[in-house]
């Protein structure tokens, strides 16, 4: 299964407890940054950039739990910044699996190897790995000419002790499509569970032409979603269709509500108008009417999982729909 049995059931109970109390706008997960720092400058990445003022600040483990309640997501995404290099983050993954939250911890890989021998393997806990393209593509973007040996090091590792462990990857204008499917066989061949792959999102604060308008997310993800072969995939196959241009989706940036040392981002993880003291603030005071694709021009470009990934599930209706996705959520594969 593309997700554990335990986790499918409460996702879906989740889901169901909502709807039957009339809740429209509810998270599915949370996108928990407890830090801005990272050990690494990517050319795509906007948070180093956006936070720079306060690329010192941290959250702590209470303050990360205290989040995850006020959301009520069932999965926390814990993502950065780089979280491994947090000095409480043993601190922060136990006290969220204690309290019953699937976490999903995405690294670089730097320092996951030898993180790996401080923690225990626990069917809530998951590492997600970033990996942009081969050694040479991957260590352009990063800027760091050891990462991707390191982060491959890292999920052989994982997979030897029994850890879960994916991978995640950001597509730009300039990607080889041959290229990222031979980098998705490969960290399978490694041990990676399963792997993500997502559009980059043209950050304000970054200055360059690397990422994409829509007509070209279509063009080359149709081309990639075709080469899959039985690489097991974590991206649902309706956002697959949505990414390849075969069905339209509004946003719903509302299902991944992002907690950072300056508080709740509003209105999604990407753009950042405001934050919140509270999650109920920010649900209940965000306009969010006026975002979107044809409201905000920095939306017209997005098809970002983040924002996209609970619209598709939420689109839901037809049986033929319903069959794909049971049979995804059975094998992992192309569908």
């Known amino acids: 299964m593309i997700y554990s049995a335990k986790l499918a059931a409460t996702l ?4 169901a407890k909502n709807m039957l109390k009339g809740n429209k706008k509810y998270p599915y997960v949370l996108m928990l940054e407890p830090l801005f720092k990272c050990n690494l400058s990517c050319a795509g990445c906007g948070r180093i950039r956006e936070y720079k003022s306060l690329i010192n600040e941290k959250l702590s483990g209470e303050e990360c739990l205290h989040a995850a309640i006020q959301a009520g997501a069932p999965v926390v995404s814990v993502t950065g910044g780089e979280p491994l290099i947090h000095p409480q983050i043993k601190d922060i993954i136990k006290i969220l699996t204690e309290n019953n939250f699937y976490v999903y911890l995405c690294t670089n890989g730097l320092k996951l190897a030898e993180f790996l021998d401080e923690v225990a393997p626990s069917e809530r806990l998951s590492f997600v790995v970033h990996l942009d ?5 991957h260590s352009q973007i990063t800027g760091n000419a050891d990462v991707y040996g390191r982060a491959i090091e890292g999920i052989k590792k994982a997979a030897r002790l029994n850890f879960k462990v994916r991978t995640n990857t950001t597509v730009y ?8 499917t031979d980098l998705f066989r490969s960290v399978i061949s490694s041990g990676a569970h399963s792997v993500m792959v997502s559009p980059a999102f043209d950050y304000e604060d970054v200055e360059s032409n690397i990422f994409m308008e829509k007509s070209e997310t279509r063009s080359i993800f149709h081309t990639i979603y075709n ?11 309706l956002y697959w269709d949505f990414l390849s241009g075969k069905r339209e989706l509004k946003c719903t940036p509302w299902a991944n509500p992002t907690f950072n040392p300056a508080g709740w981002k509003s209105p999604c993880y990407l753009i950042t108008d405001r934050h919140y003291k509270t999650y109920k603030q920010m649900i209940i005071e965000t306009d969010w009417e006026k975002y979107g694709n044809g409201n905000d021009p920095r939306c017209a470009n997005c098809m970002v999982h983040s924002g996209f990934e609970a619209s598709a599930i939420s689109s839901l209706h037809s049986v033929s729909d319903l069959y794909r996705m049971l049979k995804w959520s059975l094998t992992g594969r192309r569908v």
């Open 12 to 15: 879906v109970s989740h889901m």
């Open 133 to 137: 393209g081969s050694d040479s593509t």
């Open 173 to 180: 204008r300039n990607s080889n499509p041959e290229e990222i």
């Open 227 to 237: 080469s899959l072969d039985g690489t097991r995939i974590y991206n649902t196959p």
